[in-house]
């Protein structure tokens, strides 16, 4: 009985060892793929020193291990996103007996947010603003989002614009592009749940986003008058097309609304 437990305590404590304390299964290398922005190294940095894990401490002295085996992928990829908002997602897989691989899916901007004249933003198209710019558009290639009536500060990482209303958005830039060669400048979106869109040729849309609203018989209304009524020749004097009220389209010119 005396040797079964002899047995029994050194079959366990060799096994602890090798799953905690064996150098073969130590983590020693991190690989990143998939991140194009942002510096593996980065990312590295961030991750390695949290591989190791506290097993014991008394006082001033402690035990750790690096062992693959207690890798909290979970963990270490809840520090990735909070770290990089620019990541939208993040997998880690264990390929034993010692590296770590972390596959990286930047988010891809579709516009630029301002939230006043000083703090611009990337966003991406579910409405989440991940990186910080310049407020200098002299070149800029995307839309640029507002929400004029909004106080509220916003931060890295913050949904601004719920998904519905950048989809929204999305659709009417492509819509405009495809069928009217028209491309979008600016997109404000009000409380009241109107959207302006202003166009390169510097005229207005202003569409319903309201929870009854219908976009696709918006848009195509406005298809309707820009490939009929309202010829090329004529957007360069037109001000604005309000799609709002539902059974007719408000259209105003410099003629009617004064130059």
């Excluded at 940095?45 to 894990?53: E, F, G």
């Excluded at 491309?183 to 929870?211: C, M, V």
Aim: a neutral charge.
């Amino acid at each position: 009985m005396v040797l079964v437990s002899f047995f029994a305590v050194l079959f366990f404590s060799l096994f602890i060892y090798l799953v905690l304390f064996y150098s073969g299964v130590q983590v020693k290398n991190i690989f990143v793929f998939g991140n194009q922005d942002i510096a593996s190294k980065d990312i590295t940095d961030l991750i390695y020193p949290s591989v190791s894990r506290k097993i014991l401490a008394v006082g001033n002295w402690e035990v750790s291990s690096r062992s693959i085996f207690f890798v909290d992928s979970k963990k270490l990829v809840q520090e990735i996103l909070y770290k990089f908002p620019s990541v939208t997602s993040a997998k880690i897989s264990k390929q034993f007996p010692q590296t770590l691989d972390i596959e990286i899916l930047e988010r891809t901007p579709v516009g630029i947010f301002c939230q006043n004249l000083n703090d611009c933003f990337m966003i991406d198209r579910n409405g989440i603003i991940f990186k910080k710019i310049s407020p200098d558009f002299s070149n800029n290639q995307y839309l640029v989002l507002k929400k004029p009536d909004s106080v509220k500060e916003s931060s890295i990482g913050e949904n601004v614009i719920s998904g519905n209303n950048m989809n929204y958005v999305m659709k009417v830039q492509k819509d405009l592009e495809d069928n009217c060669q028209t491309n979008i400048k600016e997109a404000l979106i009000f409380a009241s749940q109107k959207l302006d869109i202003g166009t390169d040729q510097g005229w207005r849309i202003y569409f319903d986003l309201g929870p009854n609203a219908d976009l696709d018989s918006q848009i195509l209304k406005l298809n309707r008058l820009l490939s009929g009524e309202i010829s090329p020749d004529k957007r360069s004097n037109l001000k604005y097309i309000d799609l709002r009220p539902k059974d007719r389209a408000i259209i105003c010119d410099n003629k009617l609304c004064g130059g």
